[in-house]
């Protein structure tokens, strides 16, 4: 098992397009992607492992529901996504194996807009057997069994990923 802590990104650095930093959530600074465009990805933890089974953390807001589903993080071997978090466009997270149409679990109820929640992923990839729990604010509101392997039994990175052009996010305190 692997849960890495990452705190923050108070140390200014060069980001690519469409990500910046904005007023962190305790202080300090957050990573904001803008959602203004073509995908803004930044990998968030690389694993010096590559564990089955992964927990982290961050937390999280968004300014406006999104105009489509939209992915927010993702477990990847190298590129491809095992097990993803996304939000519907009521502001449902919901998570995905291998692409967004292939969903796993989705919430009951949505995130609030302009809130910062700490999103908690907790997964063991394995094409039979794979488990995943979502929590939000320490409450799980997303759990199963089933397939969540895409191209192998591990994960190497936790990726942020904004792909709508009408949704912004902040991240903030990555951890396990």
Same mark, same amino acid.
Request: charged share 10%; glycine share 12%; hydrophobic share 40%.
């Given at each position: 098992?692997? @849960?890495?802590?990452?705190?923050?990104?108070?140390?200014?650095?060069?980001?690519?397009?469409?990500?910046?930093?904005?007023?962190?959530?305790? @202080?300090?600074?957050?990573?904001?992607?803008?959602?203004?465009?073509?995908?803004?990805?930044? &990998?968030?933890?690389?694993?010096?492992?590559?564990?089955?089974?992964?927990?982290?953390?961050?937390?999280?807001?968004?300014?406006?529901?999104? @105009?489509?589903?939209?992915?927010?993080?993702?477990?990847? &071997?190298?590129?491809?996504?095992?097990?993803?978090?996304?939000?519907?466009?009521?502001?449902?997270?919901?998570?995905?194996?291998?692409?967004? @149409?292939?969903?796993?679990?989705?919430?009951?109820?949505?995130?609030?807009?302009?809130?910062?929640?700490?999103?908690?992923?907790?997964?063991?990839?394995?094409?039979?057997?794979?488990?995943? &729990?979502?929590?939000?604010?320490?409450?799980?509101?997303?759990?199963?069994?089933?397939?969540?392997?895409?191209?192998?039994?591990?994960?190497?990175?936790?990726?942020?990923?904004?792909?709508?052009?009408?949704?912004?996010?902040?991240? &903030?305190?990555?951890?396990?």
């Amino acid at each position: 098992m692997a @849960g890495l802590y990452v705190e923050g990104y108070d140390v200014p650095v060069t980001l690519s397009a469409g990500l910046s930093q904005v007023a962190g959530r305790f @202080g300090g600074l957050a990573l904001h992607g803008s959602g203004g465009g073509s995908p803004t990805q930044i &990998d968030a933890l690389i694993f010096p492992s590559a564990p089955s089974t992964i927990i982290c953390g961050f937390a999280f807001r968004f300014a406006a529901n999104p @105009g489509a589903s939209t992915i927010v993080a993702s477990l990847r &071997d190298g590129s491809n996504t095992q097990v993803g978090i996304a939000i519907d466009t009521t502001g449902h997270p919901f998570l995905f194996r291998t692409s967004i @149409g292939n969903v796993l679990g989705t919430a009951t109820n949505p995130l609030a807009i302009n809130t910062w929640v700490y999103l908690i992923l907790k997964v063991f990839i394995n094409n039979t057997t794979g488990t995943f &729990d979502l929590k939000v604010d320490g409450t799980v509101v997303i759990t199963g069994t089933g397939d969540t392997q895409n191209t192998a039994t591990t994960a190497d990175r936790l990726v942020f990923l904004n792909n709508s052009n009408t949704m912004s996010f902040d991240v &903030d305190d990555v951890s396990p």
